[in-house]
């Protein structure tokens, strides 16, 4: 079955960039969607954005400056990258599929706890 | 952005129970809404997409109904296994927003 797997440093200096890659597994990356979800320590849920594997993309506007994603069909894999981080973005990460714009993420990825600190 | 409130924020119950979570949003969102599971430590767990379909594989005991501006998620049967935190969430518009959680611990 398909499967998800979050991967990136667990570690980024405040100002720097987070980058994270997802690895789908057990299926392929084209004709789905792709989101990239967190969630602080201890607080709910927070929607990064999506990426279609045509590249087509929404950004939440509160990171919209901030972010960009990739989607890269060759690996199987899609990508985050989030700039000029502070304390505030560490979270854990979770990446997730969807079948169409307007569906709810039914395949999630096991997450991936990343802190920002000197 | 479409504003999501979750009650109760938590709630005590007993296996065997029946337990209710209501999600209010704060425009018609249609049923364009899903409610997750989430253990902890673990990543959430699709349950209910537009509102009242059962996600496959997920048990008969949990049932969603509501349209429009208000929702609710039913466990009908507490198992030991459903204590865990609950969210719904929107898809009907950008940004796609979720509750704060609804926290069910055992009594």
Same mark, same amino acid.
């Given at each position: 079955q398909v499967q998800l797997q979050e991967s990136g440093p667990g570690l980024v200096k405040p100002s720097e960039t987070l980058s994270l890659t997802c690895t789908v597994s057990g299926?392929?990356?084209?004709?789905y969607y792709w989101t990239w979800i967190r969630q602080p320590p201890g607080k709910g849920l927070e929607w990064i954005g999506y990426m279609f594997y045509s590249g087509s993309a929404n950004y939440n506007p509160s990171l919209k400056s901030r972010v960009t994603m990739s989607v890269d069909t060759s690996r199987n894999q899609f990508s985050l990258n989030l700039s000029s981080v502070t304390a505030a973005d560490t979270a854990v990460y979770y990446c997730a599929r969807h079948i169409g714009e307007f569906e709810a993420f039914e395949i999630w990825g096991q997450g991936t706890m990343v802190t920002v600190s000197s | 952005a479409i504003w999501m409130t979750q009650s109760p924020s938590s709630l005590s119950a007993s296996t065997g129970d029946r337990v209710t979570i209501a999600c209010r949003t /704060?425009?018609?969102? /249609?049923?364009?809404l899903a409610w997750y599971q989430q253990k902890p430590g673990k990543a959430p767990k699709l349950l209910i997409y537009t509102a009242s379909t059962l996600q496959?594989?997920?048990?008969?005991?949990f049932s969603g109904s509501g349209s429009g501006t208000d929702f609710t998620l039913t466990i009908s049967g507490l198992q030991y296994e459903d204590f865990a935190s609950y969210y719904c969430q929107q898809? #009907?518009? #950008?940004p796609r927003t979720f509750g704060q959680g609804t926290k069910v611990e055992i009594k």
């Open positions: 299926g392929y990356i084209r004709s | /704060s425009q018609d969102i /249609s049923t364009y496959s594989g997920v048990p008969s005991r898809y #009907y518009s #950008y």
